[in-house]
């Protein structure tokens, strides 16, 4: 059963790369798709975990076998972004899966843990919750919080807690599992700069740039080694060093790493749609800062329409590609329509968080700037007072990190 990461060479993969016969096992084919998947090619993957699924199906498998198919095929589905299918062969494996062992134990905890983490890609936060502490909760009867084994669990609680917008319990959370991390795993080890990007884009998000750089100098290099200097799985530590070189003002570098962005995104046809949305994005807060509007809002209808067309639209990324948009139609003069998209990125982000999400107040500023344009002095300073009353709390100290990692 596949419950970590994966690390395999160029030459592993050219090994292993062989036609799917009926002649190969379960496991074998399950092999084959794993070395494919540790490099990013979840396309080439696929059909090894779906002939295994089928032949574990129709022959006289044993359950643990099938569980096991059902939840790799869960895993390389939730990589490429098809959420409700991960979702529903992570259920099916699950429910086997305590019927060959039982509720409490470690394997389970693993699937909940996958679980949790497709949860979050739709932006279902406290199922993902849920699912993160039940498994955290089992690990807890079999190892200590100091044990690695207990350390990916809690790395994705410290996730899901800056998806929430905890970013002090988050930077808690991280600190004191990247020790354990670096110690087990070793500082070169693949996951360890998963675990040190994670950590980059909390600085980020907090503006605490230089941080980040130098988080992301670390694990850059390390990155090229394992991958080659283009690969499609350095998109996310590029972005995060386009949004840094926004934010310092060199929009020329900052472009120059977006359009690697697109053209890995172009190239690989099965990163998933959530990423090639971050790249969308990504380009249209350029094009905002450059005053490129048509260009603004070409990349951020096309990102609207991915999101409308893929599961879970209803997420923190549609109103943030709504809250770009709107900004867009505030230059293009039409206050109307920038309104209209604020209160509907308002209505999903408070579904989905609450009314002192750090992403709220970026909708409400947004919002202060069409009422100001409107004339409606009264409505914008409201508003600008409730964006700040967010601010303030979340530059304040936060509560204790929740029950689950106490």
């Not at 096992?25 to 399950?30: I, M, P």
Request: hydrophobic share 40%; proline share 3%; charged share 25%.
């Amino acid at each position: 059963m596949f419950c970590g990461p994966l690390v395999l060479g160029v030459a592993a993969v050219r090994a292993w790369a062989k036609p799917v016969e009926a002649a190969y096992s379960c496991g074998s084919l399950r092999s084959m798709a794993r070395v494919y998947m540790a490099s990013g090619g979840y396309q080439k993957a696929q059909p090894f975990l779906e002939r295994a699924l089928h032949l574990a199906q129709g022959t006289n498998a044993s359950d643990c076998e099938r569980c096991a198919c059902m939840l790799d095929l869960a895993y390389l589905y939730k990589n490429q972004g098809r959420l409700d299918e991960a979702e529903r062969m992570c259920r099916s494996g699950l429910e086997l899966q305590e019927k060959v062992y039982h509720e409490g134990h470690p394997y389970v905890a693993h699937t909940l843990r996958i679980l949790s983490e497709i949860h979050r890609g739709q932006a279902r936060y406290r199922e993902a919750r849920s699912a993160l502490e039940r498994a955290i909760a089992i690990m807890r009867t079999v190892h200590s919080d100091d044990d690695p084994q207990v350390a990916p669990f809690q790395v994705d609680w410290a996730r899901l807690l800056v998806e929430q917008g905890r970013y002090a319990d988050a930077e808690s959370c991280f600190e004191k599992v990247i020790a354990l991390i670096e110690n087990s795993y070793g500082p070169e080890h693949l996951y360890t700069t998963k675990v040190l990007s994670s950590m980059a884009r909390l600085y980020v998000l907090q503006e605490r740039y230089p941080q980040a750089e130098e988080l992301i100098g670390r694990i850059l290099p390390i990155q090229e080694k394992i991958y080659g200097p283009d690969h499609h799985l350095l998109v996310p530590t590029w972005l995060l060093m386009a949004q840094i070189d926004r934010a310092k003002g060199d929009l020329a570098h900052a472009k120059m790493l977006l359009d690697r962005c697109s053209a890995a995104v172009e190239e690989q046809t099965d990163c998933g749609y959530l990423i090639e949305v971050e790249v969308l994005t990504g380009l249209g807060e350029f094009h905002l800062l450059s005053k490129e509007y048509t260009e603004a809002e070409e990349v951020l209808q096309k990102a609207l329409r991915i999101l409308d067309s893929s599961q879970g639209t209803d997420s923190d990324r549609m109103a943030i590609a709504l809250d770009g948009l709107a900004r867009v139609y505030i230059h293009q003069g039409q206050h109307d329509r920038a309104q209209s998209l604020c209160r509907r990125a308002l209505d999903i982000l408070q579904s989905v968080f609450d009314e002192h999400h750090p992403k709220v107040a970026d909708v409400l500023e947004t919002l202060v700037q069409v009422y100001a344009r409107m004339g409606n002095n009264a409505e914008a300073a409201r508003l600008q007072q409730r964006a700040e009353e967010i601010r303030v709390r979340h530059r304040a100290d936060y509560t204790p990190v929740a029950k689950a990692l106490e």
